[in-house]
Each structure stands twice: as structure tokens, then as C-alpha cells.
């Protein structure tokens, strides 16, 4: 799923999603090969790509992860990051979650 949003004058925004779920990366061919000779899993742990853009800042290119997700530590893109994790909280008939981001400034 995909999704183009807007943050309000706050820099707040809300997206509605299916909660994600770890995968396997393809493990044919040489990344199968790499693998298999790393003696590594191919698994990542559940996450959402996000890109940033704000007139003034640079774009902003990252994840978010999901704590207690049993792949976080051993994630085999290493893309997990302590400061990338939310925690979902049940709200009954759906799960909520937050995290802040900042975005970098334009060097002039
Ligand atoms: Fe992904």
C-alpha cells in the first residue's frame, strides 16, 4: 500500500494501515547464495517506509519498526534502529501508534 499524506500546520499527521508483518527476502539466486554463506536468515522484521518532504529540509528516507517484533536485533537489511521503533497499543477494534521524526534543515 501506498499513500501520499499532508501534516497539518503542526507537522502532525495520521495515516490509517494494516498493521505489517515480518517477510523473507528472496533467498534465490546470489542473495540466496550470501545467505546461506553468512549462515543468515532472510527475515525482516515488520516495518512501514516512510519518505519525508518539506520546502527547506532535506528528504527524509526511513522506517518504522514495531517493538517486540522476535526480528528487530537480526534484521538481515540491518535497517532497525532503537530510535526507529513504536509501540502499537490495542485500542480495542484497532491498534494505535506513534513516533516523532525530524527532518535536517537545507545547508546553505
Ligand atoms: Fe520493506
Redesign the pocket.
Known amino acids: 500500500m501506498r499513500g501520499h499524506f499532508h501534516t497539518d500546520e503542526n507537522g502532525d499527521f495520521k495515516v490509517k494501515n494494516i498493521v505489517p508483518v515480518p517477510y523473507a527476502i528472496p533467498t534465490n539466486g546470489p542473495t540466496g547464495e550470501f545467505l546461506e554463506y553468512m549462515d543468515h536468515h532472510p527475515m ?1 522484521p515488520a ?1 512501514l ?1 516512510i519518505m519525508f518532504e518539506a520546502e527547506g529540509h532535506d528528504t527524509l528516507i526511513t ?1 518504522v519498526f514495531f517493538g517486540g517484533d522476535e526480528w528487530l536485533k537480526t534484521d538481515v537489511a540491518e535497517g532497525f534502529r532503537n530510535e526507529l521503533i513504536t509501540r502499537l497499543e490495542d485500542k480495542g477494534d484497532h491498534k494505535e501508534a506513534s513516533l516523532n521524526f525530524m527532518m535536517r534543515p537545507l545547508q546553505e
Open positions: 525482516r516495518h517506509h522506517q
